[in-house]
């Protein structure tokens, strides 16, 4: 066991089982998935401290809690074909795809694309698709989903991603304002949505026609 295998072993153990983490399936996710390989190499040596960190466009990858977090909420079981808004660095991805038959994620910046790409076939995740789109529409094409991941806030829950949800589907977001949201689990069924406040959070704007528009400008309609 190298460094970085014996931090992200205690990673899972303090930042995520201590505050209440319990599905196996994430935390076995956790322990699998290198997120050093996810960062600019001057900041492996951080890779598994308890906050979020920069990977350039004002862009970050998420603290690990709230990774495993939005993870868990999921229930993924395995057979799932899940959307995720938002690839970033990729890491929530490579999650996604331990846990996930098959993941279709959207990214609306083109420069991270290749970077990902490059490292989630390293790490044989052959079952991930990647787009370059507006992720507020989602990715109607292969809708419905039977789960769906937010990375960024929104100013509320797109219907554009819970019309692509299955029934008995579960959808998380983090809604608020720009500067601090609140972690929302919706939960889909025959006759409407549920949904559940989970947890405080702070995520980067969602940007999109059915989000935020670019900072300085007007909120989208």
Known sequence: MNH???????????????????????????RKVPRHLF?????????????ALPIGEDQTISQPYMVA?????LGLRGDEKVLEIGTGSGYQTAVLAELASRVVTIERIVGFIPKVWKIL??????????????????WKDESPFDAIMVTAGAPDIPSSLTDQLKVGGRLVIPVGNR??????KVEKASDGLA??????CVFVPLIGALGWKEEGEERMI
């Open 4 to 30: 970085y295998d014996a931090a992200r072993y205690r990673m899972v153990k303090d930042q995520l089982v201590a505050r209440g983490i319990s599905d196996e399936r994430v935390l076995d996710a956790m």
């Open 39 to 51: 960062v600019e190499e001057a900041l492996r040596e951080q890779a598994y401290g308890d906050h």
């Open 69 to 73: 977090c939005m993870t868990e909420a």
């Open 121 to 138: 076939e390293e790490l044989n995740y052959r079952h991930v698709v990647i787009h370059l789109s507006d992720g507020t529409y989602g």
């Open 179 to 184: 500067m601090d949201q609140v972690l929302k």
């Open 195 to 200: 949904i559940t406040t989970l947890t405080p």
